[in-house]
Nanobody, 120 residues
Framework: VQLQASGGGLVQPGESLRLSCTAS????????MRWYRQVPGQQRELVAG???????NYADSVKGRFTISRDNAKNTMYLQMNSLRPEDTAVYYC???????????????WGQGTQVTVSS
């Protein structure tokens, strides 16, 4: 099982980006999925999460600007980021709680991270 994050890049303040995270491999089921971000020298921060049923939660710093969603048929999660600010600059990681087809329990998997830079 692997998670692949993509969609990062360099944008100006006020612009938008959409991140994607796709799970692949022998997947039995996916439960919660989450986006985190990390700035060098700081702790990894939870940005947003979404349950298998679509319930969502957000960090206060991104409420009203970021939207998390998922397509269960494609094993993919998205993060639509609008009105980006310089302080949103970070490496963004995706994480998912997955039950592999060959395993008797759930595991947390992580993607490789994608860089988001907001700068004029």
């Amino acid at each position: 099982v692997q998670l692949q994050a993509s969609g990062g890049g360099l944008v100006q303040p006020g612009e938008s980006l959409r991140l994607s995270c796709t799970a692949s491999g022998s997947i039995g089921s996916i439960s919660d999925m989450r986006w985190y971000r990390q700035v060098p020298g700081q702790q990894r921060e939870l940005v947003a999460g979404i349950s298998s049923g679509g319930n969502t939660n957000y960090a206060d710093s991104v409420k009203g600007r970021f939207t998390i969603s998922r397509d269960n048929a494609k094993n993919t999660m998205y993060l639509q980021m609008n009105s980006l600010r310089p302080e949103d600059t970070a490496v963004y990681y995706c994480s998912a709680n997955i039950l592999p087809m060959s395993a008797p329990r759930w595991y947390d998997y992580w993607g490789q991270g994608t860089q988001v830079t907001v700068s004029s």
